[in-house]
């Protein structure tokens, strides 16, 4: 029970942490994978007697969201010359 609430804490630090840090892409990414991890770790523990098949499909989903972030990361990159999102303006 202290490793499953410690993981959700860590998860809510790691939301808190993606709120305030909106500036650069890539650190976004990568606080997102780590809460993607914190809650497959979260499954895991949990999920541990034999429904591995949900844990399997949460994977996919989080690979798939994982290289769409980078995918767009590149676009991102190639069209603007950087990461940061404060260079990158809506409005035309």
């Known amino acids: 029970m202290i490793m499953l609430s410690s993981l959700w ?3 809510i630090l790691g939301f808190m942490s993606f709120s305030v840090m909106s500036s650069q892409l ?3 990414l990568l606080l997102l994978e780590f809460m993607v991890l914190l809650v ?3 499954f895991m523990f949990v999920f541990s007697s034999g429904a591995s098949f949900i844990v399997v499909v949460f ?3 989080s690979v798939c969201e994982g290289a769409l972030g980078l995918t767009i990361l ?3 990159s190639r069209a603007f010359g950087g990461d940061y999102l404060n260079a990158f303006s809506l409005t035309v």
């Open 74 to 76: 590149v676009g991102f």
């Open 9 to 11: 804490i860590s998860f």
């Open 40 to 42: 497959f770790s979260s």
């Open 26 to 28: 890539l650190g976004m």
């Open 59 to 61: 994977l996919v989903f």
